[in-house]
């Protein structure tokens, strides 16, 4: 059981320097400790740390307490942006926003996915693959959405409520369903 289990653990770390994984996990506890932070003031806390803990923000971002980032130092966001409770960003691959963009409650945006080929390592054993991504200016992604690893979402797209979007967008597209589709342009 014990091999297993540093088996499982040497397949997770492949590629993750110590320094990396020190930072990771310090970061994890810094923002856990000021994700629950309610009103302006959490706002307003959450701008500092994030920024000195690599988040590259232009001007102020409205978060909303329970919003959980993972990679900060890999996350880029422009002016005006806002992201409302129960949202998960994961920026393992780097994710840029621009400006303008406002993020409803409950979104999932992961820029890594997990390679599911083959059989000779189990799925949960391995490591994350980062895949870029980038989200335009003027988006809104509705509550509940998913945007998958490695897309593009376009200045001027709207995302529907639990929409999952699967391909890159067009500008000014409003995209809704499941699998996402064009709905007609704004």
């Known amino acids: 059981m014990a091999d297993k289990r540093g088996r499982f653990l040497r397949n997770k770390l492949i590629g993750v320097s110590l320094a990396d994984l020190v930072i990771e996990q310090f970061e994890a506890l810094i ?3 000021i994700n629950w932070i309610p ?12 920024r ?5 923000i232009v001007g102020f971002c409205w978060i909303q307490p329970r919003v959980t980032i993972v990679n900060l130092r890999r996350l880029s966001v422009g002016r005006n942006f806002g992201c409302n409770s129960g949202t998960y960003i994961n920026a393992v691959g780097h994710i840029y926003m621009g400006d303008d963009v406002l993020i409803g409650s409950n979104v999932t945006i992961s820029s890594g996915k997990h390679d599911i080929e083959g059989r000779q390592k189990s799925v949960f054993s391995r490591p994350a693959q980062p895949m870029q991504m980038t989200i335009g200016n003027d988006v809104w992604i509705g509550a509940g959405a998913s945007i998958m690893p490695g897309l ?7 995302i529907g409520a639990n929409a999952v979007v699967t391909k890159d967008t067009q500008p000014y597209a409003v995209m809704v369903g499941l699998p996402a589709r064009l709905s007609r342009f704004r």
């Open 152 to 158: 593009n979402v376009a200045d001027g797209t709207v």
């Open 52 to 56: 000195l803990l690599g988040m590259k």
């Open 39 to 50: 009103t302006f003031v959490g706002m307003c806390i959450r701008n500092i740390v994030y």
């Open 31 to 33: 923002v856990g400790l």
